[in-house]
């Protein structure tokens, strides 16, 4: 039998979400500076890619724009795409809630399930368990389903 108790993430990959004042006037540094490519766009938020996955960074506009303080203008969340199943996905689950780590969330995003969580600071992390592998399919369902966020209900293990 396997002690869940010590189970270590196996990290596949990484995205970044990034609280900011106008992501429709940031998007294009972005696009510029860092060569990256808008995939999809909703009301308060730009999806951007650098190409080989369908989405590296997400710009979303911060509820009060006029604010100045680096909490409130700063990153939403750090996604820490893992490696393995659903089951994986769960065991992840249930060693945060046995290391009283505040879980935020969890998520269907019609890519893959995220399990949101803050460290010490305070600061949002996300475990990213990817479903659709195919990337220019990836976009299409990011935009077709406006990057949702829906909630997901699943047991730790």
């Keep these: 039998m ?3 108790t010590d189970i270590k993430p196996r990290i596949r990959r990484t995205h970044l979400a990034l609280f900011v004042k106008d992501p429709f006037a940031s998007a294009p540094w972005y696009e510029n500076v860092l060569g990256m ?3 999809a766009r909703g009301e308060r938020w730009v999806f951007l890619s650098f190409g080989k996955k369908h989405h590296d960074i997400a710009l979303i506009r911060v509820d009060d724009p006029q604010s100045t303080t680096r909490g409130t203008v700063n990153m939403q969340h750090y996604g820490l795409e893992i490696e393995g ?3 994986e996905f769960r065991r992840l689950y249930g060693m945060l809630i046995r290391k009283s780590v505040d879980v935020v ?3 269907d995003h ?3 399930y995220g ?3 803050h460290d010490p600071d305070g600061h949002r992390f996300e ?3 990817e479903t ?3 990337d220019d399919e990836g976009k299409r369902v990011l935009n077709a389903h406006h990057a949702p966020s829906d909630p997901f209900d699943i047991q730790p293990l």
């Design 2 to 4: 396997t002690d869940t």
């Design 37 to 39: 490519q808008e995939v």
């Design 85 to 87: 199943d659903m089951n």
């Design 105 to 107: 969330k969890t998520t």
């Design 110 to 112: 019609k890519v893959g």
């Design 115 to 117: 399990l949101y969580f």
């Design 127 to 129: 475990f990213f368990l």
């Design 132 to 134: 659709v592998h195919d």
